[in-house]
Every structure is written in C-alpha cells, then in structure tokens.
Antibody, heavy 117, light 110 residues
Framework: EVQLVESGGGLVQPGGSLRLSCAASGFMFRNSWMHWVRQAPGKGLVWVSHINSDGSTTTYADSVKGRFTISRDNAKSTVFLQMNSLKAEDTGVYYC??????????WGQGTMVTVSS | QSALTQPPSASGSPGQSVTISCTGSSSDIGGYNFVSWYQQYPGKAPKLMISEVDRRPSGVPDRFSGSKSGNTASLTVSGLQAEDEADYYCFSYAGSDNWVFGGGTRLTVL
C-alpha cells in the first residue's frame, strides 16, 4: 500500500525536544523529495521544511530555522524532523508529504505535537 | 516567507460556480508555474486537487480547475456540490527550495 505514516508526537514542555518520524511505503522513497507541514489547532497549513532525495539539500521556514532539523534514511524509507527548543507556537499537527512537481501529492495522517507546561 | 493571501470565506449554491483567489508576489506565484491547491475536511489530511497551476491529478473531478494571471492564482469549482464544502489552500514554490501556503478559504455550499 502506498502510504506515509507519521509518529513521535506528544506532549513536551517549552524548551524541550521531540523527534518525529515518517515511514514511507509503496513507492520509490529514495527518489522522492519530502516535506513537513504543520497546522496549529483551528489554523491553516504552514510549510515547515523540505529535503531532497539524497538528503544533501534541506530548507526551513524562518520560524523554525536553527531549531528544527530534517533528515532521512533511504535504507529505511523514513524521513525525520528533529525539533529542539520547542515553543508553544510549535503546537499543532505535523504532516509529512511527498513532493511531485513542487506539489504535495501524498500526505500522512499527521502526528500531534503539544508544547505546554 | 509571507503567506499567500486568500479570502477567509467563499460560498455558492449547489450547481453554481465559485472562484477562490490566491495572491502572492513575483517571488512566488508570479515567478513559477508551481501553484497547487488542496482540499481539507475537518480532522482530515489535505488532498491535492490541482498541481502546476492547472493540472488535475487522477481522480479529481473535472469540476475543479486552476489558473494563474500574474501574481494571482485561482481555483474554480463549477457545478458546486454539497461535498465540496471544505477548506481550500493554495501552495506555491517560492524559489531556493522554499515553499509557502495561503491562509486558507472556507468554502460553504449554501
């Protein structure tokens, strides 16, 4: 089955860290660019980060630059998002997506991250 | 990395057509033909409806169409149906491996 499955979300205190994972199956993951997108409760979608197929190029939204790190393991068909120095405004559902022609054509079900004391 | 501008809401009666706009700049929408649109129901993951300004993925009804003029992209839904009531987001490539979403539009079918 062609799918993306996120995991690793949870409750964390401000200033804490969390590592999200996204396991891909059913397609050539090693050839695919990937993104992380987040959505705060009741708010819109926000692009967070991108990684190219071999992991050599990564980019970030200004709001997370210097705090978040995207990486991938092509042998395990998994993309990661390491989130450090978390803030309340980082709270939301985090989706991983597959890029096709600069669009996100496949989405996972999302994983909830709550930053609160 | 400023968000693209979408109207917060749009509405139409069944059978009518409605167009949702998405305004950016020459650095994003105006500079590239990589605008996509997503439909999202409450509590669900978004679904790709249009890519590369006007390409419809397999399985998306042809009632959905996209276009672009200058720094503004548009999504038109023709022959509105009750099931089209959802949130819609535009998304554009902004150069240097950066992307940006619009703020989203809630479409109501009256």
């Amino acid at each position: 089955e062609v799918q993306l499955v996120e995991s690793g979300g949870g409750l964390v205190q401000p200033g804490g860290s969390l590592r999200l994972s996204c396991a891909a199956s059913g397609f050539m993951f090693r050839n695919s660019w990937m993104h992380w997108v987040r959505q705060a409760p009741g708010k819109g979608l926000v692009w967070v980060s991108h990684i190219n197929s071999d992991g050599s190029t990564t980019t970030y939204a200004d709001s997370v630059k210097g705090r978040f790190t995207i990486s991938r393991d092509n042998a395990k068909s998994t993309v990661f998002l390491q989130m450090n120095s978390l803030k309340a405004e980082d709270t939301g559902v985090y989706y991983c997506t597959r890029d096709r022609s600069y669009a996100s054509d496949m989405w996972g079900q999302g994983t909830m991250v709550t930053v609160s004391s | 990395q400023s968000a693209l501008t979408q109207p917060p809401s749009a509405s139409g009666s069944p059978g009518q057509s409605v167009t949702i706009s998405c305004t950016g700049s020459s650095s994003d929408i105006g500079g590239y033909n990589f605008v996509s649109w997503y439909q999202q129901y409450p509590g669900k993951a978004p679904k790709l409806m249009i890519s590369e300004v006007d390409r419809r993925p397999s399985g998306v009804p042809d009632r959905f169409s996209g276009s672009k003029s200058g720094n503004t992209a548009s999504l038109t839904v023709s022959g509105l149906q009750a099931e089209d009531e959802a949130d819609y987001y535009c998304f554009s490539y902004a150069g240097s491996d950066n992307w940006v979403f619009g703020g989203g539009t809630r479409l109501t079918v009256l």
